[in-house]
């Protein structure tokens, strides 16, 4: 009977087919079905792969961008302590060590010998501490110096020339000048200054404390 019904409904299937109409219908959804298989078995894993692809060389490009940013920020960085370290030897000079300000001190009073002025006092005080909050870097310490000294307005003024004069950085920031009616060519005097000392030693003492 099996056979039968397989006879039937090969005759049958014959029998259609033989119209145009439902031959048309038939093509048509064996087409479509080919389409929908081909669509959702081999279009859509494909746009899944390459949309995977697409989404990794973008990650990667990202990755290569950081990775380039930072290797030119780095040569950024590079070129600058460049320039710091040849800024800093060139102008280092100007700049006296800690240990020299003893010596820095004796030539203020041998300038002040010079211009015939009256040192009655050298006061340093102690260095500032460094400001940091610029992100600049520093190489040196502001330190104040107060000198009282006995003089006349043009010996006074060319001990300041003088000092103008010297290789070591010196801005005077106050001058306060007092007369003396004990002695009316000779001026009570106060000069506030500042210096810049050099703290390349104070790293080496570190380095030396922490071996």
């Not at 079905?33 to 990202?62: G, R």
Request: avoid cysteine.
């Amino acid at each position: 009977m099996s056979r039968g019904r397989i006879m039937v409904n090969v005759e049958q299937i014959k029998v259609l087919w033989k119209d145009k109409l439902i031959r048309k219908y038939m093509l048509g959804g064996v087409v479509l079905f080919v389409a929908l298989f081909y669509f959702l078995f081999i279009l859509i894993p494909q746009f899944a792969a390459l949309a995977k692809v697409s989404f990794d060389i973008n990650e990667m490009t990202k990755k290569i961008k950081i990775v380039n940013d930072k290797a030119n920020n780095i040569g950024a960085l590079e070129n600058k302590l460049k320039q710091t370290k040849e800024q800093y030897e060139k102008e280092s000079k100007y700049f006296p060590a800690q240990k020299e300000i003893t010596g820095l001190l004796e030539g203020f009073a041998a300038v002040a010998t010079k211009s015939e002025v009256k040192i009655l006092s050298i006061t340093p005080y102690d260095l500032k501490p460094i400001d940091k909050s610029g992100g600049e870097m520093k190489y040196y310490r502001e330190m104040p110096i107060m000198i009282t000294a006995k003089s006349g307005y043009h010996q006074l003024g060319n001990f300041i020339s003088n000092l103008e004069n010297e290789k070591r950085i010196i801005n005077i920031e106050d001058l306060q000048i007092k007369y003396d009616a004990s002695s009316p060519r000779m001026h009570n005097v106060v000069i506030m200054m500042k210096t810049y000392v050099s703290i390349e030693d104070e790293g080496k003492s570190e380095k030396q404390g922490k071996k």
